[in-house]
């Protein structure tokens, strides 16, 4: 399959263009400097020439509280660069899946929340998010939205993918205790963004790991045993405290109805997902001191 990956310098991205090369995948991955979303012409001039059997989008601005003061930035990539991409897989016949969030909800439901429940995004980054889903929509019926979050892999720079190495290297950390999400492996997540764009299903997917979802501070703790560290260098601290400019759903936890309806097997679960990430960053480190000596 030929396919075109945009955002491949990100966390999801980069995992998704090793996956496809790895099965023998025509791929033509693209970083945020190589091609600028937000730019429609740009996009449409890329997306001619690549001509993919399917656009799979990675690409978005998620400095959640940096969106909070830089609007417009915010609108252009996650808001208006899945519209320009959808519109210009559409003058190609190409097949088109592009990631959202989990923050496109608010927080308050108590359980998972599946594609039957009203999203109300509580940041300019969830609402720009939300926005991109529904114009991408839109402009292209052969658009497949996957909602997911609390990602974490190889490269990634938030708390669940550094919560390991910043230990190891004797930081103390604050792991919030009382807001819940269902964590993601990036590289699960990235195999079940090619299945879904072989699919070809238009539709709104929630793809994360299988579980009951967690907080950050239990996240962090599980993923210290797995690597046999100790866990004292982790404090507790709770939602409110933190003071952040943007506010973020105290509940994300997802599900999908689709998924179980069209036969998808589960992903692995979130504690597998970190074993695998523990092992892969384990091999990849071994090597690189190899290629030191």
């Known amino acids: 399959m030929k396919i075109l990956i945009t955002g491949a310098g990100g966390l999801v991205g980069s995992a998704l263009t ?7 995948d025509e791929v033509s991955s693209y970083d945020r400097a190589a091609l600028d979303i937000s730019n429609f012409e740009h996009v449409e001039s890329v997306v001619s020439e690549v001509r993919p059997d399917v656009l799979i989008n990675c690409a978005a601005w998620t400095d959640v509280d940096g969106c909070e003061t ?19 897989c559409r003058k190609v016949a190409a097949g088109f899946v592009t990631i959202s969030t989990d923050y496109v909800f608010d ?17 300019v980054y969830a609402r720009a998010k939300l926005e991109g889903e529904r114009r991408s929509q839109g402009q292209y019926s052969r658009t497949i939205v996957v909602r997911s979050g609390f990602i974490f892999g190889q490269g990634g720079k938030n708390f ?11 930081e103390r950390l604050n792991a919030i205790c009382d807001a819940w999400g269902t964590p993601t492996y990036a590289n699960d997540l990235a195999v079940r963004l ?24 239990e996240f962090a703790i599980e993923a210290l045993k797995i690597a046999g560290y100790d866990e004292s ?18 509940n994300s936890r997802l599900r999908c109805l689709l998924s179980e309806a069209l036969d998808l097997e589960p ?10 990430f523990i092992d892969r960053s384990t091999i990849k480190q071994r090597q690189k001191n190899q290629v030191g000596d």
Do not use: M
Request: proline letters at 6%.
């Open 267 to 276: 992903l692995a679960t979130w504690q597998a997902g970190i074993k695998k």
């Open 107 to 123: 927080g308050t439901k108590d359980g998972f929340y599946t594609q039957r429940d009203d999203p109300n995004p509580l940041s």
């Open 194 to 217: 090619r299945e879904l764009a072989c699919l070809d299903l238009p539709g709104l997917f929630h793809v994360v790991s299988s579980g009951e979802g967690t907080t950050y501070f």
């Open 160 to 170: 669940l993918s550094t919560v390991v190495d910043r230990v190891r290297q004797g």
């Open 233 to 250: 260098n982790i404090e507790i601290v709770r939602h409110d405290s933190l003071n952040r400019p943007a506010a973020r759903p105290r």
């Open 18 to 24: 090793e996956h496809c090369i790895e099965i023998g």
């Open 70 to 88: 830089d609007v417009q930035r915010c609108h252009s990539v996650n808001a208006l660069g899945p519209e320009n991409l959808a519109r210009a």
